[in-house]
Structures are given as structure tokens and as C-alpha cells.
């Protein structure tokens, strides 16, 4: 079956602008991540949905940053204004809902700020 | 907070040799599960094995095996018979079991490079 899937793959975009990323969980995931991955670096925790609760946003490092999810669906990360030490990939994952059910990663949007 | 610590940057191993990648990790929970996750050039993460902690029985996965140290708060991944696909960075992740909390907590990585 079809994996995360995220969009884009690469995005160049000027110091300032806002950025959108977009993450597509495995169909039936209801638990979805967001993560950073600096060059070099392991992964950072930025949010976490689990169906209708509300969102786990203790990893966010700044207000530049929000996301969102409608549902069990597609979710969406904004970064607004962006600076240049937001330059990394982003990786978003899903799982199905019970704890100690494995993350399956889609293959990041590498976000490169000038 | 939890933090999980890899103190080996690079290895490097010949084909068809057995290497064994670090993981330490500090923590007050007493359940929680421990992963090693593949990173390939590719960037997508691809889960290798994992260990619940109350499991004294360390987790293998054919070729790959840990050893699992719950007072020591270590987990290593050992790979052997190692093949050239096994070449890319390796990362030691910790979970609470806490139905609140799910992120996972990683360390910085290993990066392994199978030699032909």
C-alpha cells in the first residue's frame, strides 16, 4: 500500500517568506509527527495529532511555527517568516493508534532558506 | 527529559563482517520501548527493530540483533553478515509508554559505511 507521502520534496524559498509543507499519513494512521532534521543531526519532535484530541505542540521552537490536520487526513506545517536556522528537512511520520505501534516516515521536504 | 546518545559517529565495516553501532540513553521511566531506524540517502526513515523495556528477551530481526542492558540503559544494534545495502546512518530512538506522549526522542546517529 502507498506510504506517507509529503510535499514538496525540495523547497528554495527567500529569508522572510512563508513556507507550507504537506503531509499525506497511510490511510487508516491516526496518530501523525512532525519532525526536524538539521544537517548531521538526529530528528527533533516538533507536533503530534492523535485524531480529534488536541495536538501535542511541545516540540514547536518558535510562534513562526504551526501546523494543522483536518481529521485523520492530510496535515500541513507553516512556517512563517522564515529565517535561515530553519533550513533542514522535515519529516513527517504516522502510526496507527495504539502506543507501541511503529512510525513509518514519508521522505521529508528538504526546506533550504537564502 | 529523556536523551539518547550515539558516541559513535562514523563506522565502518568490510562486507560480510558483524559491527555493532552504541546507544545509551538516560531516563526516570521505568516502561518505555527503544528503535533503531535506517536512514538511508534517500532520507526516508525505515524502522530496523525494536525492544520493549520490559522485555528481557533482546529483539532480533534476521540479520539484525540487540543487546538490550535495562540497568546499564544501553541498546545496541548488532548487523551481521553485513551487505552493502546496509550502508547509511543508523539512529538510536527511545519512546515513553505514555498514551499521551508518543514522540520519540533520537540520537544523533551513527553513520555506517559497509566496504565492499
Known amino acids: 500500500g502507498a506510504g506517507v507521502s509529503q510535499s514538496p520534496s525540495n523547497k528554495v524559498t527567500e529569508k522572510g517568506k512563508d513556507v507550507e509543507l504537506r503531509c499525506d499519513p497511510i490511510s487508516g494512521h491516526t496518530a501523525l509527527y512532525w519532525y526536524r532534521q538539521r544537517l548531521g543531526q538526529g530528528l527533533e519532535f516538533l507536533i503530534y495529532?492523535?485524531?480529534?484530541?488536541?495536538?501535542?505542540k511541545s516540540g514547536l521552537p518558535s510562534d513562526r511555527f504551526s501546523a494543522e490536520r483536518t481529521g485523520e487526513s492530510v496535515s500541513t506545517l507553516t512556517i512563517q517568516r522564515t529565517q535561515q536556522e530553519d533550513s533542514a528537512v522535515y519529516l513527517c511520520?504516522?502510526?496507527?493508534?495504539?502506543?507501541?505501534?511503529?512510525?513509518?516516515f514519508g521522505d521529508g521536504t528538504r526546506l533550504s532558506i537564502l | 527529559a529523556q536523551t539518547v546518545t550515539q558516541s559513535q559517529p562514523e563506522m565502518s565495516v568490510q562486507e560480510a563482517e558483524t559491527v555493532t553501532l552504541s546507544c545509551t540513553y538516560d531516563?526516570?521511566?521505568?516502561?518505555?520501548?527503544l528503535f533503531w531506524y535506517k536512514q538511508p540517502p534517500s532520507r526516508q526513515m525505515i524502522l530496523v527493530i525494536r525492544q520493549e523495556a520490559y522485555k528481557q528477551q533482546n529483539a532480533t530481526e534476521n540479520r539484525f540483533s540487540v543487546n538490550f542492558q535495562k540497568a546499564a540503559k544501553s541498546f545496541s544494534l548488532k548487523i551481521s553478515d553485513s551487505q552493502l545495502g546496509d550502508t547509511a546512518m543508523y539512529f538510536c530512538?527511545?519512546?515513553?509508554?505514555?498514551?499521551?506522549?508518543?514522540?520519540?526522542?533520537f540520537g544523533s546517529g551513527t553513520r555506517l559505511q559497509v566496504q565492499p
Open positions: 531516563t526516570s521511566e521505568n516502561n518505555y520501548y
Open positions: 495529532f492523535q485524531g480529534n484530541s488536541a495536538p501535542d
Open positions: 511520520a504516522s502510526s496507527l493508534a495504539r502506543f507501541n505501534q511503529p512510525q513509518h
Open positions: 530512538a527511545f519512546m515513553k509508554q505514555d498514551t499521551g506522549r508518543r514522540a520519540l526522542t
